[in-house]
């Protein structure tokens, strides 16, 4: 039998990575994500699934959803996890690095965690001669927040379940430009439509402590028009729709949001 293969701080940066892009019940040996990560990491799969379990435990995101985790958190697990989450504009762009060279991507390369698929890795158009290192490390933090937000909604829009990802954008709660500590934290993200993405970033529509769609008084003020009336109003006082075991939206963040669009006048 081989000598047990102690974790390294590499392999833990890209594992707190791909765990804010799964949710709780699909870290297990059989999940297609983390048979490649195993694959590539010359891991069992049962060690990497405990791994991301041990991690599981240390994240108060889920406790708040009554979700432990394993209990056998190492040292150099509860450090890495301090340290990732103490600076996410440094931490989130490494790992996003560190995963595309485990996947062998190139430069011009998408790399997304499709939980049901495994790790797609696709070609996608190079953004041009004028990427800096400082352009693509913004990059590298909006591919890990749109992978992890859109994953945290099981791939759908929480408003309608559209699931069509050409269609879905992470809305961040808090603007990206006002609140630099919070643009890559998972909890700062909603999955949305493109339609509604629009209408909660203009302030048109917000999210009460339910959860709930709250529409804004200059919204409600066209409900006479059908398309406000079957994509808005007809979703109205419904919740966000979640998995059971995902991270869920910052109720303050929330509240915050909230209190624009209520106090915008009609």
Same mark, same amino acid.
């Given at each position: ?22 949710? &709780? ?17 010359? %891991? ?19 406790? =708040?959803? !009554? ?34 060279? =485990? ?14 698929? !495994? ?24 591919? $890990? &927040?749109?992978?992890?937000? =859109?994953?945290? &909604?099981?791939? %759908? ?9 050409? @269609? @879905? ?53 066209? @409900? ?10 007809? $979703? ?31």
């Amino acid at each position: 039998m081989s000598a047990r293969k102690n974790w390294t701080r590499h392999e833990l940066l890209i594992l707190l990575n791909v765990y804010h892009k799964m949710t &709780f019940g699909q870290m297990h040996e059989r999940q297609p994500t983390i048979i490649t990560l195993a694959k590539k990491m010359e %891991r069992t799969p049962g060690s990497v699934a405990m791994k991301l379990c041990n991690l599981a435990s240390l994240d108060p995101a889920l406790k =708040l959803r !009554g979700i432990k985790g394993l209990s056998g958190a190492s040292k150099l697990d509860e450090t890495m996890w301090q340290e990732f989450h103490a600076n996410l504009e440094e931490t989130v762009p490494a790992s996003e690095d560190g995963l595309r060279a =485990l996947m062998q991507a190139g430069p011009d390369a998408e790399v997304e965690v499709l939980p049901k698929q !495994g790790i797609r890795v696709a070609k996608r158009p190079p953004s041009g001669p004028t990427d800096t290192l400082s352009t693509v490390k913004i990059r590298r933090g909006q591919d $890990y &927040f749109r992978n992890a937000v =859109l994953n945290n &909604f099981g791939g %759908r829009c929480g408003v309608t379940e559209l699931g069509i990802r050409e @269609l @879905l954008i992470a809305s961040h709660i808090l603007p990206w430009g006002t609140h630099v500590e919070q643009r890559l934290n998972v909890r700062n993200g909603l999955s949305l439509s493109r339609l509604h993405d629009a209408a909660f970033d203009r302030e048109l529509i917000a999210f009460d402590d339910n959860l709930c769609l709250v529409l804004s008084p200059r919204l409600r003020k066209e @409900l006479p028009q059908r398309a406000v009336k079957e994509n808005f109003a007809n $979703y109205e006082g419904e919740p966000l729709k979640l998995p059971s075991d995902a991270a869920l939206p910052n109720l303050a963040f929330l509240a915050e949001h909230r209190k624009k669009v209520l106090n915008k006048a009609a």
